[in-house]
């Protein structure tokens, strides 16, 4: 298989990974805010851009939209090593 292709495979697996986990980062952040303001919350997704890309900057937040995608890698990596003790040499 050559680079270019590789490359673009990977790529249609991490776009719609990020997106599920922006989506699940968001539901996650709507939950905790109703607990973390008691008067005229701000919205989830106000909350959620803050603390992926302003001044609330939190790791944290970037982990849950990355998750998906990192979780898929390690099943990959588990079951191409599967595979390959597998095979035969």
């Known amino acids: 298989m050559t680079t ?7 790529w ?3 776009i719609p990974s990020l997106i599920l986990g922006f989506l699940i980062a968001l539901i996650t952040f709507d939950a905790l805010v109703s607990k973390w303001y008691q008067y005229s919350p701000p919205s989830a997704l106000t909350e959620l851009l803050g603390h992926l890309f302003g001044r ?5 937040a970037w ?4 998750a998906p995608y990192l979780i898929l890698q ?3 990596s588990i079951i191409w090593s599967i595979k390959t003790l597998k095979s035969k040499p």
């Open 63 to 66: 982990m849950f939209v990355l």
């Open 74 to 76: 390690i099943v990959r």
């Open 12 to 14: 249609i697996i991490f």
């Open 56 to 60: 609330d900057f939190d790791l944290s």
């Open 4 to 10: 270019k292709r590789i490359i673009a495979r990977e």
